[in-house]
């Protein structure tokens, strides 16, 4: 499937990006839209569709799904209008009026899938080189694309960031994410009632849980039909962090042990420790989750974010702690940005050049943002690096 390369204006470029999951679908959107010739192309095989939990619908990606008519927000999205946090023994300890917009990475996924042409998406492509200075892709099996700009969009642990970037690594917090979904079916009435409108909190010594409903795994937002999200942030004082990342069929995983893959005993002892330290009802919500899994919290930061006539966008060139909220909204932003330059200079290499300056430095400020917030806020340590 070699293809030579056309020369084009920076208005209409053959553009392959790597990676379809949130960040390489917005881009692929936001460029497809501006008249860009777009491929996608995704290693993994079966449907991203169905996983993930939920995140904070911030106003960039609410923007986003409108700008594109991809879909009107208020469908796929819930709301809180009060801030509240718990005290040890589960009393309000205070609480202020405060609006959020949250949903489900699910619901936001799907929708962008279906916005960007089935034709133009090729699953289980993975890229396996990547050369900047001829925009040339190669995918596993030897096929080349060779395009007037490559996009790689392939999460945290890109490896087109490796090639390019090789100095560059994630340095990991001394602190992990527990995660889980529950459907509001399953909980009891006065449990629902308790997060019902809210975004709750509880922050213990060393730890710092959250809750709020977000839809359904069908898409559903009215009462009955949505699930409540959680994140437990731990500390790993006096945890083996191998031991919980070593997931049910004995393989150590670096960054993630996904729902259903965690072993009995990490299982066992987290629940445990919720019952000692965490308010009833959180304590709860966590004993009820069926499949809960676990994070490793991470920063990571690229000195640019394009080589030539390659780039990387989302968390494939910056990751910043779950604190800010603020991965998928990023995501959106690199995406609509980059065809937002591509539009307004006269030349492709104009259009990156300005790009990068903008968004690695927004990036930059993200990444440390995120660590203020888990190191200084929330009292949950780095390890020294
Ligand atoms: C299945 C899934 C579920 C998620 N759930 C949540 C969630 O619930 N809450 C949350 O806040 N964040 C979640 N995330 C992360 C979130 O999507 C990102 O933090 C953020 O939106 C930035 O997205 P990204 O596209 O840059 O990176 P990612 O979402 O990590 O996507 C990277 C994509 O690139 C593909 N890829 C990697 N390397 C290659 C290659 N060489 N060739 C081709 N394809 C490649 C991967 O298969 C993946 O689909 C999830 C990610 C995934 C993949």
């Not at 009107?72 to 509240?84: G, L, N």
């Not at 023994?89 to 990475?105: I, K, Q």
């Not at 030897?142 to 960031?161: F, H, I, K, P, Y």
């Not at 490796?162 to 690594?169: D, G």
Request: with cysteine; aromatic share 8%.
């Amino acid at each position: 499937m070699s293809q030579t390369r056309s020369h084009r204006t920076a208005n209409s470029l053959e553009v392959a990006i790597s990676g379809g999951s949130m960040g390489g679908l917005f881009a692929g959107i936001a460029l497809e839209r501006a008249g860009h010739d777009v491929t996608i192309y995704e290693r993994s095989t079966g449907e991203l569709r169905s996983r993930g939990a939920g995140i904070v619908a911030q106003q960039h990606v609410r923007r986003f799904l409108e700008r594109h008519d991809i879909v009107v927000p208020e469908e796929i999205t819930t709301a809180s209008s009060e801030r509240r946090f718990l005290a040890r023994d589960g009393d309000v300890r205070a609480s202020r009026p405060d609006s959020m917009v949250f949903t489900s990475w699910d619901a936001v996924y799907r929708r962008l899938r279906d916005a960007f042409p089935d034709d133009r998406y090729r699953m289980g492509a993975e890229v396996v080189d990547v050369a900047p200075e001829t925009a040339t892709a190669t995918i596993a099996g030897g096929s080349e694309r060779v395009a007037d700009l490559v996009v790689a969009a392939e999460g945290g642990q890109s490896s087109t960031r490796r090639r390019l970037f090789p100095e560059v690594e994630p340095k990991v917090a001394d602190y992990v994410a527990w995660r889980g979904v529950v459907p509001e079916s399953d909980l009891a009435t006065d449990t629902v009632e308790a997060f019902d409108d809210r975004f709750v909190f509880y922050q213990g010594s060393n730890l710092l849980i959250l809750a709020y409903l977000i839809p359904g795994a069908d898409g559903g937002t009215e009462p009955g039909e949505r699930r409540l999200n959680w994140v437990w942030y731990d500390t790993l004082a006096d945890r083996d962090r191998t031991a919980i990342f070593t997931d049910a069929s004995d393989t150590e995983r670096a960054f993630t042990v996904p729902p259903g893959r965690l072993r009995d005993p990490v299982r066992r002892r987290q629940l445990e420790r919720a019952a000692n330290v965490l308010p009833p009802v959180f304590e709860t919500v966590a004993a009820e989750t069926e499949a809960p899994f676990v994070q490793a919290i991470y920063d990571l930061a690229v000195p640019e974010m394009t080589v030539e006539r390659a780039c990387l966008l989302g968390d494939a060139a910056f990751v910043a702690r779950p604190h800010t909220a603020a991965g998928t909204a990023k995501a959106a932003g690199d995406g609509a940005e980059l065809a937002n330059a591509l539009e307004e200079n006269d030349s492709p290499d104009a259009a990156l050049s300005s790009w990068d300056e903008t968004r690695t430095e927004y990036g930059s400020r993200l990444v440390a943002r995120g660590k203020r917030m888990g190191d200084e806020r929330l009292h949950l340590a780095t390890r020294p690096s």
